[in-house]
T-cell receptor, first 111, second 114 residues
């Protein structure tokens, strides 16, 4: 059983389109995150939710909207995709802050 | 000033040697420090966490923390080719409301050659 699973693993889309990435964790953790890893491998936090409540929003454009329907799920919707949004998006969960379990990542390519 | 700094490398060591990876952080209020390993095309995996000054050993890995110098390091003894990966340093940086943000450095690429 995969602990943190993300779908889809790959997205290829045109500029201006809207896309969503889903994340689910079966570890019973209270906190979930979205990170963006750019082409230079820098892993930058975007959002964090604790028990469905948004606790971290790190200066992310409002084209990005996270949603947490329950504490096991955290989804990411991106409107009006731009070239600079191309990256690998990682979902993660934790029981202890900083001890993160990552999903396999979703590679987004915007053409 | 970057919040978490690491040399990007690559750091190249021969098989069997000790690899030494270093990290500094800017926010003195940071609590809890972590090392992650990321193989190419894979997700980061937690390998060590350290919460207080001094050394912490786990198998071939030793994490060292010096809060006064704002410095964290990871030593890998008897390095193996399978240790070749990018090593990411992470710290829990203080955030509003008493929460902490797990913040990553840019990673150091380690190559262990036979």
């Amino acid at each position: 059983d995969t602990a943190v699973s993300q779908t889809p693993k790959y997205l290829v889309t045109q500029m201006g389109n809207d896309k969503s990435i889903k994340c689910e964790q079966n570890l019973g953790h209270d906190t979930m995150y979205w990170y963006k890893q750019d082409s230079k491998k820098f892993l930058k936090i975007m959002f964090s939710y604790n028990n469905k409540e948004l606790i971290i929003n790190e200066t992310v454009p409002n084209r990005f909207s996270p949603k947490s329907p329950d504490k096991a799920h955290l989804n990411l919707h991106i409107n009006s995709l731009e070239l600079g949004d191309s990256a690998v998006y990682f979902c993660a969960s934790s029981r202890t802050p900083g001890e993160l379990f990552f999903g396999e990542g979703s590679r987004l390519t915007v053409l | 000033q970057k919040e978490v700094e690491q040399n990007s490398g690559p750091l190249s060591v021969p098989e069997g040697a000790i690899a030494s990876l270093n990290c500094t952080y800017s926010d003195r209020g940071s609590q809890s420090f972590f090392w992650y390993r990321q193989y190419s095309g894979k997700s980061p995996e937690l390998i060590m966490s350290i919460y207080s000054n001094g050394d912490k050993e786990d198998g071939r890995f030793t994490a060292q923390l010096n809060k006064a110098s704002q410095y964290v390091s990871l030593l890998i003894r008897d390095s193996q080719p399978s240790d070749s990966a990018t090593y990411l340093c992470a710290v829990n940086r203080p955030h509003e409301g008493g929460s902490y943000i797990p913040t990553f450095g840019r990673g150091t690429s380690l190559i262990v050659h036979p």
